[in-house]
């Protein structure tokens, strides 16, 4: 199995995990072993399974707005830790082909190995929800037609994605293509950045 092939199994899996419960609040072991790139994968797609849940949750028009403001700091605090993996992730990726010498002609992709990846692991979800909307037996007959043409598609750019990245991937280890790890620098977390943070000092 190929390093995309194992973070779409990853995905899936994780994604089937969660809804045992379908709980934001659930807490599960790591089936990897610490400290491997299956462990931080496991990480990051669980991060955005629980976040996509919790935006579901703060769209209820009925939520309470002291509720609604505390889930919305913790959507952000997600977002934050989402960076962070997918920035640990392309780590990886950088130490894994530094010994390559990239070609005189080598170019940079659009995007790091683990942004595209990121995507990967949103489209699981997208999957694995839009399949749940083609399943429905409640559901109109258009319904379920709409959401089984919406899936189709999710499941070619699912394919279309994994190939990019694969070539990608290849690209890097012999040398046709180079990577840099630029940190997100998200200035509004920062309390030495959000003006609104450091004018309250």
């Keep these: 199995m190929n390093f995309v092939d194992n973070c779409n199994k990853i995905f899936d899996s994780t994604v089937a995990l969660y809804h045992r419960t ?52 913790r959507i952000d605090k997600s977002n934050q830790d989402r960076t962070d993996l997918v920035e640990k992730i ?17 170019t940079i992709n659009t995007e790091s190995p683990a942004w595209a990846i990121d995507r990967l692991s949103i489209l699981a979800l997208k999957i694995y929800h839009m ?15 709409r959401c089984r ?6 499941l070619e750019q699912r394919t279309d994605l994994s190939t990019a990245i694969a070539q990608l991937l290849d690209d890097i280890a012999a040398g046709r293509k180079y990577m840099k790890v630029y940190r997100q620098m998200k200035m509004y977390n920062d309390p030495d950045t959000n003006p609104v943070l450091y004018g309250k000092k």
Excluded: M
Excluded at 34 to 56: M, P, Y
Excluded at 97 to 104: D, L, N, Q, T
């Design 131 to 145: 399949r749940e909307e083609a399943e429905r037996t409640d559901a109109s007959a258009e319904h379920v037609a």
């Design 90 to 106: 392309d780590t990886y990726f950088r130490n894994l082909y530094a010994g390559v010498k990239p070609a005189p002609d080598a």
């Design 22 to 73: 379908d709980d934001v609040d659930a807490k599960v072991a790591n089936p990897y072993p610490e400290g491997s790139i299956e462990a931080d994968l496991f990480v990051k797609n669980w991060i955005d399974t629980v976040q996509w849940h919790l935006e579901d949750i703060i769209r209820d028009p009925q939520i309470d707005p002291v509720a609604a403001l505390a889930l919305k700091r």
């Design 149 to 154: 043409a919406k899936l189709a598609v999710l």
